[in-house]
C-alpha cells in the first residue's frame, strides 16, 4: 500500500470495525485475543504505525525531554547526558539533545524548536555568552519546567544542579601551595560562564588565604582546547620570574600544556607543577597522573534526571528546590606531588 495505513485500512482488509481495530492495538481486554492476534499481524503486515503524536497531543504530553548543551563533544556532557538518558528511558520519555555551540542565536533557535515540539520539560546547560534564564522563559512562563546544570543562570527562581566550584578551585589551589608553590598560573576559560568565573574566584580566596598576592599576570585566558595549550605553555615559560604551579580550568589544558613542558625539558612536578579540572579520562592516562577534581558528571546528570521527572510524574514540586550542590573531591596524583609526605605536614596547613 502507498501513504500512511490507517486503522480504517486494517479494519476495511479483515472486514471489521474501526473500534475494535482501535481497541485491540490498544489491548482494551474487551476484544478477544485470536482477534487481537489477527489485528497485530494485519497491521505489521501493512505497515501500521501509531500516531503517537496525536495521542500525545490529546493527553497535552509528549513523554520528551528536551537537552540544551554548549557542546557534545566533552567527556563531562557526554557522561551527564548517558545518565539523563537512562534515567528518562526508565520512566517511559525520550530526550530531543541540541547543542549551541556557545552561539546564544543557535541557544535561542534550539529552545523555540523544543518548545514548539512540545517537550514536557527541558534539562539545559547554558552557552558561554549567557548568564540569564531570560530565553528560558517562553517555556517556564507556560508550565513547562526546567532544570539547569553545570552552566548555570544567574539569580535564576529554577533547580541548579552544581557543584561548588570556587571550593573546588580553593582545594586544588591550596594543595599546590602546601607543595611549596608561590607563582601559580590560572589557566581559566570565559569568565562569563559560571563555572570558570567560580574556579577563578576560589583560586584568588586560597591565595589571599595563604597570604601570596594576586598577580593579573598569572591568570590566562584560552578557549581551553588541546590546540592553544602549546601557545599557553611558551607564554607561562617566557614570564619573568617562571611559574612554579599551572592549575588549568580543564583537564585537557592541563594535558597539553604538561606534554608541551616535558618536551620543552621541564620536569614535571620538580620544575614546575600541573593539576587539571573534571577528572576526565585523559588525566588518568598521562604520566605523570594529573592532579584534578572530580567532577561527577553522571551524578549531576542522574540529580537533574530525577528532580525534572518527579515533577513530571507528581512525586514531588521543583518549586521546593532552587540549588543543588554536590560534593567534588580533590584527587591528588603524581603530577603535583614537590614534597615528601612529612613536609607537606609542615605546609600552609
Same mark, same amino acid.
Given at each position: 500500500?502507498?501513504?500512511?495505513?490507517?486503522?480504517y485500512?486494517?479494519?476495511?482488509?479483515?472486514g471489521?470495525? %474501526?473500534?475494535?481495530?482501535?481497541?485491540?492495538?490498544?489491548?482494551?481486554?474487551?476484544?478477544? &485475543?485470536?482477534?487481537?492476534?489477527?489485528i497485530?499481524?494485519a497491521?505489521e503486515?501493512?505497515g501500521y504505525r /501509531?500516531n503517537?503524536f496525536? /495521542?500525545?497531543?490529546?493527553?497535552?504530553?509528549?513523554?520528551?525531554i528536551?537537552v540544551v548543551?554548549?557542546?557534545?563533544?566533552?567527556?563531562f556532557m557526554s557522561?551527564?547526558?548517558?545518565a539523563?538518558?537512562?534515567?528518562?528511558s526508565?520512566?517511559?520519555y &525520550?530526550l530531543?539533545?541540541?547543542?549551541?555551540?556557545?552561539?546564544?542565536a543557535k541557544e535561542?533557535?534550539?529552545?523555540?524548536t523544543?518548545?514548539?515540539s512540545?517537550?514536557?520539560?527541558l534539562?539545559a546547560?547554558?552557552?558561554s555568552e549567557?548568564?540569564?534564564d531570560?530565553d528560558?522563559r517562553i517555556?517556564?512562563?507556560?508550565?513547562?519546567?526546567?532544570?539547569?546544570?553545570?552552566?548555570?543562570?544567574?539569580?535564576?527562581?529554577?533547580p541548579?544542579?552544581?557543584?561548588?566550584?570556587?571550593?573546588? %578551585?580553593?582545594?586544588?589551589?591550596?594543595h599546590?601551595?602546601g607543595?611549596g608553590?608561590k607563582?601559580?598560573?590560572?589557566?581559566?576559560g570565559?569568565?562569563?560562564?559560571?563555572?570558570?568565573r567560580?574556579?577563578? &574566584?576560589?583560586y584568588?580566596? %586560597?591565595?589571599?588565604?595563604?597570604g601570596?598576592?594576586?598577580?593579573?599576570?598569572?591568570?590566562?585566558h584560552?578557549?581551553? @582546547?588541546?590546540?592553544?595549550a602549546?601557545?599557553?605553555?611558551?607564554?607561562?615559560?617566557e614570564m619573568?620570574g617562571?611559574p612554579?604551579?599551572l592549575?588549568?580550568?580543564n583537564d585537557?589544558?592541563a594535558a597539553?600544556?604538561l @606534554? %608541551?613542558f616535558?618536551?620543552?625539558?621541564?620536569?614535571?612536578?620538580?620544575?614546575?607543577?600541573?593539576?587539571?579540572?573534571n577528572?576526565d579520562p585523559?588525566?588518568?592516562?598521562m604520566?605523570p597522573?594529573?592532579?584534578?577534581?572530580?567532577?561527577?558528571?553522571?551524578?549531576?546528570g542522574?540529580?537533574?534526571?530525577t528532580?525534572?521527572?518527579?515533577?513530571? @510524574?507528581g512525586? &514531588?514540586?521543583?518549586?521546593? @528546590?532552587?540549588?543543588?550542590?554536590?560534593?567534588?573531591d580533590?584527587?591528588v596524583?603524581e603530577?603535583?606531588m614537590?614534597?615528601?609526605?612529612?613536609d607537606?605536614?609542615r605546609?600552609?596547613?
Amino acid at each position: 500500500m502507498s501513504g500512511e495505513v490507517t486503522i480504517y485500512d486494517i479494519a476495511e482488509k479483515l472486514g471489521l470495525s %474501526a473500534a475494535t481495530v482501535s481497541r485491540a492495538l490498544k489491548d482494551n481486554p474487551a476484544i478477544n &485475543s485470536n482477534t487481537k492476534k489477527k489485528i497485530r499481524a494485519a497491521a505489521e503486515a501493512m505497515g501500521y504505525r /501509531s500516531n503517537r503524536f496525536a /495521542s500525545n497531543l490529546r493527553k497535552r504530553t509528549t513523554n520528551t525531554i528536551g537537552v540544551v548543551v554548549p557542546r557534545l563533544n566533552s567527556n563531562f556532557m557526554s557522561t551527564a547526558i548517558s545518565a539523563m538518558e537512562k534515567m528518562a528511558s526508565d520512566a517511559g520519555y &525520550s530526550l530531543i539533545i541540541v547543542q549551541s555551540l556557545e552561539s546564544p542565536a543557535k541557544e535561542i533557535a534550539n529552545i523555540r524548536t523544543l518548545f514548539n515540539s512540545r517537550v514536557d520539560g527541558l534539562m539545559a546547560a547554558l552557552s558561554s555568552e549567557q548568564e540569564t534564564d531570560i530565553d528560558f522563559r517562553i517555556l517556564t512562563d507556560r508550565g513547562i519546567p526546567v532544570v539547569f546544570f553545570d552552566q548555570v543562570p544567574s539569580g535564576s527562581s529554577q533547580p541548579c544542579i552544581i557543584i561548588d566550584n570556587a571550593q573546588a %578551585a580553593h582545594a586544588i589551589t591550596m594543595h599546590l601551595i602546601g607543595q611549596g608553590c608561590k607563582r601559580i598560573v590560572h589557566l581559566t576559560g570565559n569568565v562569563k560562564r559560571f563555572v570558570y568565573r567560580e574556579r577563578l &574566584s576560589g583560586y584568588k580566596m %586560597a591565595l589571599l588565604e595563604a597570604g601570596i598576592p594576586f598577580d593579573e599576570e598569572l591568570v590566562l585566558h584560552s578557549d581551553l @582546547t588541546e590546540l592553544s595549550a602549546p601557545d599557553i605553555a611558551n607564554r607561562i615559560l617566557e614570564m619573568d620570574g617562571r611559574p612554579d604551579a599551572l592549575f588549568a580550568a580543564n583537564d585537557m589544558s592541563a594535558a597539553a600544556c604538561l @606534554t %608541551a613542558f616535558r618536551e620543552r625539558g621541564l620536569s614535571i612536578p620538580g620544575d614546575i607543577a600541573v593539576a587539571g579540572f573534571n577528572n576526565d579520562p585523559i588525566s588518568r592516562l598521562m604520566q605523570p597522573n594529573i592532579t584534578t577534581i572530580n567532577y561527577p558528571a553522571y551524578q549531576i546528570g542522574a540529580t537533574a534526571a530525577t528532580y525534572l521527572l518527579n515533577h513530571l @510524574t507528581g512525586k &514531588s514540586s521543583l518549586q521546593a @528546590t532552587n540549588k543543588v550542590i554536590l560534593h567534588a573531591d580533590l584527587l591528588v596524583r603524581e603530577s603535583t606531588m614537590r614534597l615528601p609526605h612529612n613536609d607537606q605536614l609542615r605546609s600552609v596547613f
